[in-house]
C-alpha cells in the first residue's frame, strides 16, 4: 500500500486523537498532513510538532500567535479562524479527509474535500444528519468514496463488501443503551451533567457522550445511516445491545443477516476507513468466546428517551426536518453541559423547535445553512441564550 496523507480535521478531540495514535503505529502506512482544532493550541502545536503536518489551523483566531510562535522553527504552515478550516480543504496536498470535527461545523470543510475529489473517512455524522441528500449527490458526482467510521456504520459497510447488488431488507443498528438504561423520567429530571457523561463503554467527547445519554446519538444515526446506504426510513431499525460487542447488522433479502463484532474501540472503524480496502494487524486486546459471557437486545425505550422517537420523526418528515432537530439538539447539549437546562429540557427544547422552524422539503444547500441558523436561534431563544 502507498503511503497515505491524512488531513484530520478536528484532530484534538477523541476521533482525531485516536486517528494520530493509528498514524503513529502504522508509520509506513499513513502520514498526517493537515491537522486541526477549534481552541487546544497547546495539544495541537504537541501534535505538530510530533508529526510534522504540511498545514496546522486554530479555529481561535485569538490563539493564532501562539501557534505560530511555538511552530516558528518548523516548516509547518499556520492559519487561523473558522473560514481557514473551511478554506484549507480545498489545498491539495492529502489523500483523504478524516472529518472527526464536532457538529454542523463539520459539514463546510467535508463539503470542501468532496469537491476537491478527497475521499472522506467520516466520523462526523452530523454533516449527513444537516445535508445528506446534497453531501451524497456531490460524492457520487465527483465519485468519491464515504467511508463510515462511526462504529455502526462501519458494521454495516464491512457486511456489505462483496454483496454487490444484493438486496439489503433491513439494517439494525445497535445501541448500548447508555448510562442511563432502564431508567424512567423521574430519574432523568434530576440527572446532572457529571453523571450523563460516564458512558459505560465508549470513551468520546463531550456532546456524542450526551447523545448517547440521550439516544439522540443513535436517532442522528438512523439519519445518517439513510444517506450512506440510500434506504428508506421503514428499513432502519434500533435495538438496544448493551454489552457493544455486535456493532451493527444487516439483514438481506433473504432473511439471512450479518454482523460485525468486536471489542468495542474506535480505533479499529478509524483504521478501516484509512486503510480501506485493506485491514491492518494489531495487538489491540480481542473478544474471548471461552470467557462466560451473553449478548443481550431489546426494544429501546422510545417513552422515556424521547429524542429517539423525535430522530425517528425527523427521518420519516425528511427535508430539513433533520437540520432543524440537529440545531436545536446543539444548543441543547450545549446548554445542558453549562447547567442552564436539565436533562429532560433538551427533549422539549428539540421538540418545540422542530414545531416552530418552517419545513422544506427539498432545501438547496443556502436554505440548510439557513434553516440551521433560524433553529439555533429560535432554540436558544428558549433558554434567552
Ligand atoms: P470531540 O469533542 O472530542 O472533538 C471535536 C474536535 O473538533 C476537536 O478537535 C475540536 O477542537 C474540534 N472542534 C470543536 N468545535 C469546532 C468548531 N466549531 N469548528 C472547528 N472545529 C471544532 O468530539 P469527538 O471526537 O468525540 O467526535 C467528533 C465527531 O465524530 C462527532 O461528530 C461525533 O458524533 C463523531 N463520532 C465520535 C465517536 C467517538 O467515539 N468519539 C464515535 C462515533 C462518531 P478542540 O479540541 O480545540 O475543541
Ligand atoms: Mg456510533
Redesign the pocket.
Known amino acids: 500500500m502507498n503511503q497515505k496523507r491524512i488531513a484530520i480535521f478536528g484532530s484534538t478531540g477523541s476521533i482525531g486523537t485516536q486517528a494520530l495514535d493509528v498514524i503513529k503505529a502504522n508509520p509506513d502506512l499513513f502520514t498526517a498532513e493537515i491537522l486541526t482544532a477549534q481552541s487546544n493550541d497547546e495539544l495541537l502545536i504537541k501534535q505538530a510538532l510530533f508529526f510534522n503536518p504540511n498545514i496546522v489551523v486554530i479555529g481561535d483566531e485569538k490563539k493564532y500567535q501562539t501557534v505560530k510562535t511555538a511552530l516558528s522553527h518548523t516548516n509547518v504552515k499556520v492559519f487561523a479562524g473558522e473560514a481557514a478550516i473551511a478554506e484549507v480543504a480545498l489545498i491539495d496536498c492529502y489523500d483523504i479527509m478524516l472529518a472527526a470535527i464536532v457538529g454542523y461545523a463539520g459539514l463546510r470543510p467535508t463539503l470542501n474535500a468532496i469537491e476537491l475529489g478527497k475521499p472522506i473517512a467520516l466520523a462526523n455524522k452530523e454533516t449527513l444528519v444537516v445535508a445528506g441528500d446534497i453531501v451524497m449527490r456531490l460524492a457520487a458526482e465527483k465519485r468519491i468514496p464515504i467511508i463510515p467510521v462511526?462504529?455502526?456504520h462501519s458494521a454495516i459497510f464491512q457486511c456489505l463488501v462483496g454483496e454487490g447488488r444484493n438486496k439489503i431488507e433491513k439494517i439494525v443498528l445497535t445501541a448500548s443503551g447508555g448510562p442511563f438504561l432502564g431508567k424512567k423520567p423521574n430519574f432523568l429530571v434530576n440527572v446532572k451533567k457529571d453523571h450523563a457523561l460516564q458512558h459505560p463503554n465508549w470513551s468520546m467527547g463531550a456532546k456524542i457522550t450526551i447523545d448517547s445519554a440521550t439516544l439522540m446519538?443513535k436517532g442522528l444515526?438512523m439519519i445518517e445511516a439513510k444517506w450512506l446506504f440510500n434506504l428508506d426510513a421503514h428499513q432502519i431499525q434500533v435495538v438496544v445491545h448493551p454489552q457493544s460487542i455486535i456493532h451493527s447488522l444487516v439483514m438481506f433479502n433473504d432473511g439471512s443477516i450479518k454482523a460485525q463484532m468486536g471489542l468495542p474501540d474506535m480505533k479499529l472503524p478509524i483504521q478501516y476507513a484509512l486503510a480501506f480496502p485493506q485491514r491492518i494487524a494489531n495487538d489491540f486486546p480481542r473478544y474471548d468466546f471461552k470467557k462466560p459471557s451473553t449478548l443481550t437486545f431489546e426494544e429501546p425505550d422510545l417513552k422515556t428517551f424521547r429524542n429517539l422517537a423525535l430522530a425517528t420523526d425527523a427521518l420519516y418528515k425528511g427535508g430539513n426536518m433533520p437540520c432543524i432537530l440537529n440545531a436545536a439538539n446543539e444548543i441543547a447539549v450545549f446548554a445542558f453541559l453549562r447547567n442552564r437546562i436539565g436533562f429532560l429540557d433538551m427533549t422539549e427544547m428539540v421538540e418545540q423547535t422542530m414545531a416552530k422552524v418552517s419545513f422544506i422539503e427539498q432545501p438547496t444547500l443556502q436554505e440548510y445553512f439557513d434553516t440551521d441558523a433560524e433553529a439555533r436561534d429560535f432554540a436558544a431563544s428558549l433558554v434567552h441564550m
Open positions: 462511526d462504529s455502526e446519538n444515526e
